[in-house]
């Protein structure tokens, strides 16, 4: 309902940095912090240009909040001045030429336990749903519009009088011969069924911000925008008795969707209700208010004392990137890993993301100090929405050469291997391998750390009193992991092909061994085996890699059936 971009603005100057910000105070020198804090001011202020002067969102609002209340912490922890905000230099640029009769600015955002305190005390108290759109002035004399202004800074907006016209939901005159009706409400994208807890934002402020930048409207256009009117500023005194008269001008969603509270699970009854429930519109969040308007300063600029902002959970969380470490996988997949500074997003602490490949990695260009935006997806699993802005210090990763892993490397230990050769002893393990029960990453990782394994078939030779002697593996450990070992030793011989990493296609037949299938040419995987070519190819390369061989001739030294 009111943009977080006005409303930081205008609350940013009385933020207190609490000691907890404080210490999470980068150790930065102080060039350094200079330049990053200079970098985030100016993306902030390039975001601010978008929204009031383009009409557009180039930032979801709880990114921006997030990105404003990380630039105010740094600008405590370096004690530089923040008198002159990023917003501030953009929405001079941008006011309009007409005064607002009553100023538009933003709220202050409390969490539930500020809100719980806000409340306390008061009474006479309404919640509202803080609808996700673009902020309007209307201005009736004796029932008949004269004029629609855009919130501009605040105190100044812009004629959108023209566009009026193709706004249906906009009434052009009203049941009503009162000389003078200031209403202040919520340009939004209509929608069907839009539930926030489950849809989000959905880009529709910035739909609608882009239809009103637009020079005219089209009468199907103007359909597609609803309006809320949230306050009547030189209306009867009352809430009860403003919702009243604006049912009979016609704007019954004022009085569906103002609630009264008594205390703060009231207000959270709404606020749960809402995010969960199907409404006409895409909300943020809820806002509280008192039934009376303070009017005797109806142009202040500063965050209104008779109204404060709920948000909902965010979506979207704000955090910067410390390293990027590479998992390799048994097929010698490469999966970059961004680390975090923590974040909380939901009920989740999130430290690290899957960036998916090395291809996604060089394509997002990142680096450590950069600042992404995470959500969840359908399974509650992070993933990086996109790079909010970049440090300005640019320091670049060790990235694994993707020609070095491949389904046929790393079948031994070595520096450059422990990843990949960890991963296929892990697999050895599975269940859908040789099933090996408990025996896992950790198992095998002793194993190595311990020189016991250098090569994949090494721990065919460990006995249970060979475990018993290393540091980390007590009586009854040695003996489970010996059992395992020993049960492996049994399986047949097409289940030691799959945990060995055979390609899946190969089927094996009854009378099968690895002196039969090593033999078979590339044609007579195609032919006999009835294989297509890249099958077949794979399956010719498995069987006469170098260290595939070597490994089959040690499970034939140990008895393994088939080999």
């Known amino acids: 309902m009111f943009h977080s971009c006005v409303s930081t603005l205008v609350f940013s100057s009385a933020v207190l940095i609490s000691t907890a910000a404080f210490a999470e105070c980068p150790a930065w020198p102080s060039d350094q912090a200079q330049q990053e804090i200079t970098t985030l001011r100016q993306q902030i202020t390039d975001w601010d240009r978008s929204y009031h002067r383009d009409a557009g969102s180039a930032v979801a609002d709880e990114i921006y909040d997030q990105a404003l209340e990380q630039l105010q912490i740094w600008q405590a922890c370096f004690n530089v001045s923040h008198t002159a905000e990023p917003a501030a230099t953009a929405l001079t640029s941008v006011r309009g030429s007409l005064e607002l009769p009553f100023s538009q600015m933003g709220l202050r955002k409390l969490n539930a336990t500020a809100l719980q305190e806000w409340m306390s005390g008061r009474d006479d108290l309404w919640v509202q749903p803080k609808v996700d759109g673009v902020a309007v002035t209307l201005l009736y004399k004796h029932g008949q519009l004269q004029q629609m202004l855009s919130r501009g800074d605040g105190l100044q907006g812009q004629n959108w009088m023209p566009h009026a016209q193709a706004i249906s939901a906009i009434p052009k005159q009203l049941p009503s011969k009162q000389p003078r009706i200031t209403l202040q409400g919520e340009l939004y994208l209509q929608q069907s069924q839009h539930i926030q807890a489950q849809h989000g934002g ?204 491949h389904a046929l490397s790393c079948w031994q230990s070595s520096p450059e291997c422990q990843q990949q050769f960890l991963a296929r002893l892990t697999w050895l393990g599975h269940k859908k391998a040789l099933n090996m029960p408990g025996i896992g990453a950790k198992t095998w990782q002793a194993l190595i750390d311990a020189k016991q394994i250098s090569q994949l078939t090494d721990w065919l030779a460990l006995s249970a009193d060979d475990l018993k002697q290393l540091p980390s593996f007590a009586h009854k450990r040695s003996a489970h992991t010996a059992q395992a070992f020993t049960q492996a030793k049994l399986q047949p011989f097409s289940v030691w092909l799959k945990a060995l990493g055979a390609p899946t296609s190969v089927t094996v037949m009854p009378n099968d061994t690895w002196q039969t299938l090593a033999a078979l040419s590339q044609q007579e995987w195609q032919q006999l085996r009835h294989l297509s070519r890249s099958n077949a190819q794979r399956a010719h390369a498995f069987f006469q890699h170098a260290a595939v061989q070597s490994v089959a001739l040690k499970l034939h030294e140990h008895g393994i059936n088939g080999f």
């Open 202 to 405: 959905s880009n529709a402020r910035s739909e609608v911000a882009g239809l009103l930048n637009r020079n005219q409207l089209s009468p199907a256009q103007g359909d597609k925008i609803g309006l809320f009117i949230w306050e009547w500023p030189d209306g009867p005194a009352s809430m009860h008795e403003r919702l009243k008269q604006l049912q009979h001008l016609g704007f019954t969603d004022s009085t569906t969707y103002s609630q009264p509270v008594q205390n703060f699970s009231q207000a959270k009854y709404w606020q749960q209700l809402w995010y969960n429930s199907a409404l006409p519109f895409a909300s943020d969040g809820v806002v509280v208010k008192h039934s009376q308007r303070n009017t005797q300063h109806a142009r202040s600029n500063y965050p209104p004392s008779w109204a404060v902002a709920w948000k909902y959970p965010l979506q979207q969380a704000l955090t910067a990137v410390t390293d990027v470490t590479f998992k390799i996988g048994r097929t010698g997949r490469i999966t970059p890993i961004a680390h975090l500074k923590a974040v909380q997003l939901d009920d989740k602490t999130i430290r690290r993301v899957s960036l998916g490949s090395l291809q996604k990695l060089n394509q997002l260009s990142l680096n450590r100090g950069d600042h992404i935006a995470i959500a969840l997806s359908g399974q509650a699993i992070p993933h990086l929405k996109e790079v909010v802005w970049r440090s300005p210090q640019r320091q670049n990763f060790t990235t694994p050469k993707a020609e070095n892993y």
